[in-house]
């Protein structure tokens, strides 16, 4: 395999971002400060569960619960938007002395109140600013920002007993369930979005094939795996520099027999693109 190819002095480094459609903006600008030259490849698309019914009735029963955990920004989109919280809102709301705490966020529905009724655990310190955008402070934030880390420090709570509320996507693992679960915990997961790769056409992949990109940047596994269907021959990955969010999307692209070029030090937007403009031949 190849290395990434040298940029000439002073060339602006050409990134690309494989976040979801309306996701990148963020990105984007953290890169562009940083003086990249950025484009744009959704592979990843995040939709609504084709049953919605069992995520509705666990946040409708969310009083029974002790903890509920995130492991992402979209479980906390997921949860905390959309008129599928009317009912448990509602239901909250209806409980001796439940109060009803407007957001920051008008267009999204005021979670807050049944939320903080419990313990809330996020995975990662970008997980718990989204969570703080919507009026829900943390009762925990791991430092260790994976399952693995984010299990060990609820474990240590002690947690045998307790009833765990785990919103995820579809293609989650169950090592962070199973691990609560051996620990003593009562775990309901429940399916809160599904990760699904959009259509890309031959036209936006061109300058990735063409060698027009240095580095590419990974939020998460499946934004390998599904950058690495729609190329169909992915060979071009092998002249680039994969720029991974975190140690999970890293092991993804060394299963394909890839070597990450930059694994963020943290899951952050700011990190990711310092990541990205720290590889060979970046004008930084």
Same mark, same amino acid.
């Given at each position: ?33 940083? *003086? ?7 592979? @990843? ?16 029963? @969310? ?51 049944? @939320? ?7 995975? +990662?310190? =970008?997980?718990?600013?989204?969570? +703080? /955008?919507?009026? @829900? ?46 620990? *003593? ?37 499946? =934004? ?9 021959? /992915? ?42 403009? +720290? ?6």
């Amino acid at each position: 395999m190849s290395a990434p190819p040298r940029r000439p002095s002073g060339k602006r480094k050409r990134v690309l971002i494989t976040r979801a459609e309306g996701a990148a903006e963020p990105l984007r600008r953290a890169l562009e400060e940083l *003086g990249a030259e950025v484009s744009e490849l959704p592979v @990843i698309a995040v939709e609504p569960p084709a049953d919605p019914d069992p995520l509705n009735q666990s946040l409708a029963r @969310i009083a029974e619960f002790d903890w509920i955990v995130f492991t992402s920004q979209n479980a906390v989109r997921a949860v905390t938007a959309g008129t599928q919280l009317d009912t448990a809102v509602a239901i909250c709301n209806r409980q001796p002395g439940a109060s009803h705490r407007q957001t920051t966020h008008p267009d999204r529905v005021p979670f807050s109140s049944p @939320i903080n009724s419990l313990k809330v655990a996020a995975v +990662s310190r =970008a997980t718990a600013d989204a969570l +703080s /955008d919507t009026g @829900i402070t943390p009762t925990l934030v791991a430092d260790k920002p994976t399952g693995a880390g984010l299990a060990t420090e609820l474990i240590a709570t002690g947690i045998a007993g307790k009833r765990i509320l785990l919103p995820q996507g579809n293609l989650a693992g169950d090592e962070l369930a199973s691990a609560l679960r051996c620990a *003593g915990a009562d775990v309901e997961t429940v399916i809160a979005y599904t990760i699904t790769c959009p259509d890309v056409s031959p036209e936006k992949l061109a300058p990735l094939r063409n060698g027009e990109i240095d580095a590419v940047t990974l939020a998460s596994p499946s =934004a390998y795996r599904n950058l690495c269907a729609v190329l169909g021959d /992915d060979s071009c990955l092998d002249r680039v520099g994969l720029i991974c969010i975190g140690p999970t999307t890293a092991k993804a692209v060394r299963e394909s027999g890839r070597e990450p070029a930059a694994i963020a030090a943290e899951p952050s937007t700011t990190v990711l693109a310092r990541a990205a403009m +720290s590889i060979e031949g970046a004008a930084v």
